[in-house]
């Protein structure tokens, strides 16, 4: 009875998100093996985040979805940011 | 009363769900950045104590589940029971994979003596306690939704062989698809954090 | 089904479901009944924490041993505390206007998720009965405020375990909530109505609920490394295993201070609704109220450390929070504003309802303002931890979502029960209630600002006189108190019966359907042409 059509995703697609999660995956462990101080930390969560953009917009299928749920997920990815963002004005400069 | 059925709004309210699973990671994940901040030399040894390998083989089977959830989804769209059933049974020993996998991994930290509350633990500074104290708690927390997880595909297998859910209702699948995937969101945070430290 | 008990013609209160008796309650899905099952529960421990509060005031009546011991003390104020946020305030007017109404002024039959919705109350009482067994057993029942701050709430010999725990169990309670007042309004108004159409009511409920989800799991992961510490000393907030106990109030006030707007913004919401009704008058800047509803939502958030100015914090931290906490405040403003433009000129009808509106935008200025004070940071300083803070809090928790709470109560009565209480009675117990709590809560006020700490059981001799007077307001207070409550429940029960469908002239939908509501609320669902508040026609 639902009237909302669904995307159907096909295998194809899902088995090449899933190789560009695994070739990201070794990327970041092959990264953090090279000496480069703070920026180990910066390369790996910036991968990170682009693994979790992945999975959010064709695994969990943001992609298809009705637009307000990306905006959504957003928003609650802002508020997560601006808390830390706002705790290290604490820690930063004790 | 009227059965009235909303598809769109279930999976809205699985969204708001996964939010408040995203903001309760997230701050301990606030948690962890303070404290490492606080204490970097302490936080790269305790990376070092960990398994980067066997950390790797979990990141890696737990995407493929990832994968085959997502795949499942599409196969029930098509009306593919037979094999949306053989995908959701992959993910399952997968998950089970995963928490044996582990449980090795606590077991042997267990013999360091690296668990909250050991001697040895506490001979090594407050950095290393902050560090394994959190490596507990955050992966033990994971590892209790990967449990939760199991139950849900559990669960989700047995109504589709009863084809509770079926090709035109199939919203406790995709909902169960997104929670896992909320499980591997995690997962794809911890391991750089705690594994790939140097 | 038979004619006798049929979903559109019999009302929920006689509808016979599945079950009998009080499981027909505690079993029911209608967002109705459960509503009704958030008031009873909340009444009755409203009550018994009410009960406490008196037996400190009665202590405080003169220095040194009056009634009770410091350990007593403690225990009462932290259990006053728990009861009194967790289980009142924090679920407060969603819980029961927001599950009884919500659908109604939206035109839908019932929330998105109904059996959650029953789940919810379950979570709530479970929490309860596990927050009470802190008091019966082993070591005695806690002391640590309702804040649990660390490293004291992990080496306290107190049952604190059950507490927390139960706190966190709470928490689901008002996650679902949340989720299914999201879901509901975005999914289920009726047809033609859109977003601007929308009652404030349900408008704050949605901000209200956005801050449920967004901020309640951090007060749950929090209990539970509290929990993790006690159990097995994990070191978290412990310094000395190297873990910082301001980081710990971080986490409780990252909650905790949305957590106020839990509180508040539903009763601004109901004030909203009231204000306009007994005006004859369309409210005054509707858009400006939705607006600063969601900016209060938003910005609400990113404030919490203006309850540690006195902890230790950064400089670069203490100036950010003091001028993040000015901004919040100007939202709030502007409500005010709002409510008093739409009396004004207003042909006011003076009821019980708006006796308690009014006098909600009075105490609320006065909590609004001195929160300024407690905002800026030379002031904060001066008056932190003394009994300044609890005169500020009570007027705003107790004064603003209290006294709202009461005006809800007193407007949606009949609709709820399809029976008058009396007026007389009602307006009596108004009276003495605004004097007593004035009379309670001004002098602390002054008590703070001569250095009066809070928390204590004792005092110095110079603040005997503002003591006596706080004391015997609280007991007018609770005088108020029992007429209100008696009225209620006696109006409810053998009060007048009536099935007038709109006894205070309202527009919004609760006025259009069956008084008491029928199983399904409509009939048929309305299409919606006019704006929720038009009056001049
Ligand atoms: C104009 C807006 C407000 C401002 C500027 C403000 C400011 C403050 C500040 C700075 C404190 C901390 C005082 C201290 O401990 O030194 C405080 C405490 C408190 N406020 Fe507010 N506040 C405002 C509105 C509210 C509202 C709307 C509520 C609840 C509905 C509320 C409830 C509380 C509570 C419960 C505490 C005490 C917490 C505790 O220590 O136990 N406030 N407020
Ligand atoms: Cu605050």
């Known amino acids: ?19 560009a999660l695994l070739v990201l995956t070794g990327i970041s462990v092959a990264i953090t093996q090279l ?56 820690y930063s400069y004790r | 009363m009227t059965v009235h059925r909303d598809d769109l709004g279930d999976k809205m309210g ?90 090795f991994e606590w077991g042997a930290k267990f013999e360091y003596g ?68 909320l499980v591997d969101l995690i997962w794809i945070f911890l391991f750089p954090l705690f594994y790939l430290i140097h | 089904m038979s004619e006798a008990n049929n979903a559109h013609n019999v009302s929920y209160l006689e509808y016979k479901g599945q079950y009998k008796g009080l499981l027909a309650w505690i079993f029911s899905t209608d967002h109705k009944r459960i509503g009704l099952l958030y008031l009873y529960t909340m009444l009755f421990f409203f009550s018994v924490a009410a009960i406490l509060g008196l037996l400190m005031k009665t202590q405080l009546i003169a220095p040194g041993y009056t009634i009770m011991g410091p350990q007593t003390y403690n225990s009462l104020f932290t259990l006053h505390g728990i009861i009194m946020i967790f289980v009142i305030v924090v679920p407060g007017l969603p819980a029961v206007f927001g599950n009884f109404f919500l659908p109604i002024m939206i035109g839908a039959k019932d929330v998105a998720f109904p059996k959650l919705n029953l789940l919810s109350w379950w979570f709530y009482i479970i929490g309860i009965l596990i927050v009470l067994t802190s008091q019966f057993m082993g070591d005695g029942p806690p002391d640590t405020g309702w804040t649990f701050y660390a490293p004291y709430s992990f080496r ?103 957590a106020v707007y839990i509180m508040i913004l539903p009763a601004m919401g109901a004030i909203s609704e009231i204000i306009p009704v007994f005006s004859r008058k369309t409210i005054f800047g509707y858009k400006a109220i939705v607006l600063s509803t969601l900016a209060i939502a938003f910005v609400g958030y990113f404030v919490w450390g203006h309850h540690m100015f006195t902890s230790g914090m950064s400089g670069r931290a203490l100036y950010t929070f003091s001028f993040l906490t000015f901004l919040v405040a100007i939202p709030s403003a502007i409500k005010v504003f709002n409510w008093v433009s739409t009396m004004h000129k207003g042909s006011l009808q003076m009821q019980t309802p708006f006796y308690w509106a009014v006098s909600f935008i009075f105490v609320f200025m006065i909590g609004g303002l001195s929160g300024l004070v407690l905002g800026s940071l030379a002031t904060n300083v001066h008056v932190h931890d003394t009994h300044f803070v609890v005169a500020h809090f009570h007027f705003i928790v107790f004064g603003g979502t209290g006294y709202a709470f009461m005006a809800a109560l007193h407007y949606w009565f009949p609709k709820m029960f399809g029976r008058m209480y009396d007026m007389n009675w009602a307006n009596l117990g108004w009276g003495i209630f605004f004097i007593g709590f004035n009379t309670l809560y001004l002098p602390m006020f002054y008590l703070g600002i001569m250095g009066m700490p809070r928390r204590y059981y004792d005092y110095l001799p110079d603040f005997h006189g503002g003591n006596i007077v706080s004391s015997l307001g609280a007991w007018v207070m609770v005088s108020g108190i029992v007429i209100i409550f008696a009225n209620l429940i006696r109006s409810a029960r053998h009060g007048e019966k009536t099935t007038e469908k709109n006894p205070w002239g309202g527009k919004t939908l609760e006025w259009q359907v069956d008084t008491p509501p029928t199983l399904e609320n409509f009939e048929e669902i309305p299409t919606i042409e006019k704006g929720p508040y038009e009056f001049e026609d």
């Not at chain 2, 699985?14 to 997230?26: N, R």
């Not at chain 3, 109030?249 to 905790?256: G, M, N, P, V």
């Open chain 1, 1 to 19: 009875m639902s009237e909302e059509k669904h995307h159907i995703v096909s295998y194809r697609t899902h088995a090449f998100v899933l190789l």
């Open chain 2, 14 to 103: 699985m969204w708001l769900f996964i939010f408040t699973e995203l903001l309760l990671f997230g701050m301990l994940f606030v948690v962890y950045a303070v404290y490492r901040s606080m204490h970097p030399e302490a936080f790269k040894l305790g990376g070092d104590e960990l398994d980067v390998v066997m950390g790797t083989i979990n990141t890696i089977i737990l995407l493929i589940s990832s994968m085959t959830v997502a795949m499942s989804i599409s196969a029930m769209q098509k009306g593919n029971k037979k094999l949306a059933l053989t995908l959701l049974t992959i993910t399952l020993i997968i998950a089970v994979v995963f928490l044996v996998n582990k449980y």
């Open chain 2, 114 to 181: 690296f668990n909250p509350g050991a001697p040895e633990l506490l001979e090594l500074g407050h950095g290393t306690i902050l560090f394994f104290g959190l490596y507990f708690i955050m992966t033990g927390i994971h590892a209790l939704h990967i449990l939760i997880g199991i139950a849900l595909f559990i669960y989700v297998v047995w109504q589709i062989r009863k084809d509770k859910i079926h090709q035109t209702d199939y919203v406790w699948l995709e909902n169960t698809g997104l929670y896992w995937h």
């Open chain 3, 156 to 258: 306290t010999p107190t049952n604190v375990l059950p507490a927390v725990f139960g706190a966190f169990v709470m928490g689901f309670s008002s996650i679902l909530t949340g989720i299914n007042f999201v879901v509901t309004i975005h999914r289920m108004r009726a047809p033609g109505m859109t977003w601007f159409k929308m009652p404030l009511f349900p408008w704050t409920l949605y901000g209200t609920a956005w801050i449920q989800i967004l901020a309640t799991p951090v007060i749950g992961i929090t209990l539970l490394l509290i929990v993790a510490e006690r159990l097995m000393g994990i070191g978290i907030f412990d310094p000395a295993l190297g873990g910082d106990p301001i980081l710990y109030q971080h986490l409780f006030w990252i909650y905790s201070h949305p």
């Open chain 1, 35 to 90: 000496e480069m101080g703070p920026m180990n930390t910066l390369a790996a969560m910036i991968i990170a985040g682009i693994k979790a953009a992945i999975v959010l917009a064709w695994f969990m299928h943001l992609k298809f979805e009705s637009r307000f749920f990306a905006f959504m997920v957003s928003a609650v990815v802002v508020v997560f940011l601006l808390v830390l963002l706002v705790t290290f004005f604490d």
